[in-house]
């Protein structure tokens, strides 16, 4: 929900919303972050004098709040695994493509309201097949054939190393620090993006806002808060480029999806060619379907 260098100082606080719950955290003087459900803030005052009431019976209804690679992530199950549990070879694998990771700061924040469902938007995330028809400059910058991916329960990884220095992207310094690009992705919808160049971590939420909507809510973590010219380089081709390139992708599969005509497809599965394979997209269904049929 934001960066912990943003709450540095007790008393500084964000509130955000998680589909319908408004969150509210904040750094207490004893310097834990907490989160809470706002709750009823309203009407404390009125209720000195009355008989049996205690205001402190009705406190904050307590998050759980966690942090990871210098991010704030608040969870509504208390029963969940930890985090850090469940992220561990993924942050390892980050860490190593982009050394200073945790203490990136926030440089630019971007929204985009998309017309798909916020499934689709998580399908695209986890197959690069699409890469080679979607995305031409981006395969100019990366080497496919470099290409690496491994999966843990909730976690997954695509990686690839630069190819060109001088692509149609963005230009990459041979004095840049990161050499290996590395897209991951947290169940259930985040995925962080590494990208070849100066330390860098793009965060991109794909919030969901009704059957056929989402919201595209995506972070960009630098050196400092300015960008540099060559971090704009990459700011302007992911916002421009990239973003708008999958954007598209999304709502043309949501309209195939609402077709008459379709039901349902099959999953492409080849794990010697994994540039083409859609096992991760098989992985995050299946965890969609266990976490409905627990819920029912
Ligand atoms: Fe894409």
Redesign the pocket.
């Known amino acids: 929900m934001g960066a912990v260098h943003q709450l540095a100082k007790p008393g500084e606080f964000l509130i955000t919303t998680i589909i319908d719950q408004e969150i509210f955290i904040t750094r207490g003087e004893d310097s834990v972050l907490r989160a809470f459900y706002p709750g009823d803030f309203h009407g404390v005052r009125g209720v000195k004098g009355i008989e049996h009431f205690n205001p402190s019976d009705f406190g904050l209804v307590s998050v759980r709040v966690e942090t990871l690679i210098g991010l704030i992530f608040v969870n509504l199950d208390a029963n969940a695994d930890a985090l850090t549990d469940i992220s561990e070879s993924m942050v390892k694998d980050m860490r190593a493509s982009c050394p200073g990771l945790d203490d990136l700061v926030l440089s630019r924040k971007y929204e985009l309201q998309t017309a798909a469902n916020w499934k689709t938007l998580v399908d695209?995330?986890l197959e690069s097949y699409?890469?080679a028809v979607?995305?031409p400059s981006?395969m100019g910058l990366l080497d496919y054939s470099t290409f690496e991916v491994w999966e843990d329960r909730f976690t997954t990884c695509h990686a690839m190393t630069n190819s060109n220095p001088d692509n149609p992207a963005y230009k990459v310094g041979a004095e840049d620090s990161v050499k290996r690009a590395i897209y991951t992705w947290l169940w259930p919808n985040t995925a962080f993006f590494i990208a070849p160049g100066p330390k860098n971590l793009g965060v991109f939420q794909m919030i969901p806002t009704g059957p056929e909507s989402s919201l595209q809510r995506w972070e960009f973590y630098f050196e400092s808060e300015q960008p540099s010219e060559s971090e704009q380089a990459y700011l302007d081709w992911t916002i421009n480029t990239?973003i708008p390139?999958?954007t598209a992708?999304y709502e043309s599969v949501q309209h195939g999806l609402r077709s008459q005509g379709y039901s349902q497809g099959r999953f492409v599965i080849n794990r010697n060619r994994p540039e083409w394979s859609e096992h991760h997209v098989h992985r995050f269904q299946k965890l969609v379907h266990d976490a409905i049929v627990t819920a029912c």
């Open positions: 695209n995330n699409h890469s979607a995305h981006l990239l390139e999958d992708l």
